[in-house]
Nanobody, 125 residues
Framework: QVQLVESGGGLAQAGGSLRLSCAAS????????MGWFRQAPGKEREFVAA????????YYADSVKGRFTISRDNAKNTVTLQMNSLRPEDTAVYYC??????????????????WGQGTLVTVSS
């Protein structure tokens, strides 16, 4: 099973940018669909973005569409979330996740094969 480690969280001002990275262990990275999720204090975990196995298809929550971009590099076992035009409501712990089914990544917020430990993103107004 793949193991995931996120990095790149931190503090940004509204309108600014941050780039999150997720490094995966294992030799089967390309057989996993990947996603980013977030959980704000007192709120449920929500889907942010997902990317298919080869990276050819991307999916976004309406709240981040046009501002966030998900990408992956199967040669380096990494997935990245570029976050632009950040808003205070983007403040949350961001999690990288993997599942063998792109359907699961885009429709579930809990029952995925693997999760990272999370990285905190704080956006100040």
């Amino acid at each position: 099973q793949v193991q995931l480690v996120e990095s790149g969280g931190g503090l940004a001002q509204a309108g600014g940018s941050l780039r999150l990275s997720c490094a995966a262990s294992g030799r089967t990275f390309s057989s996993y669909a990947m996603g980013w999720f977030r959980q704000a204090p007192g709120k449920e975990r929500e889907f942010v973005a997902a990317i298919s196995y080869s990276g050819g298809n991307q999916y976004y929550a309406d709240s981040v569409k046009g501002r966030f971009t998900i990408s992956r590099d199967n040669a380096k076992n990494t997935v990245t979330l570029q976050m632009n035009s950040l808003r205070p409501e983007d403040t949350a712990v961001y999690y990288c996740a993997a599942d063998r089914s792109i359907l699961v990544v885009t429709s579930e917020t809990r029952r995925l094969d693997a999760w990272g430990q999370g990285t905190l993103v704080t956006v100040s107004s």
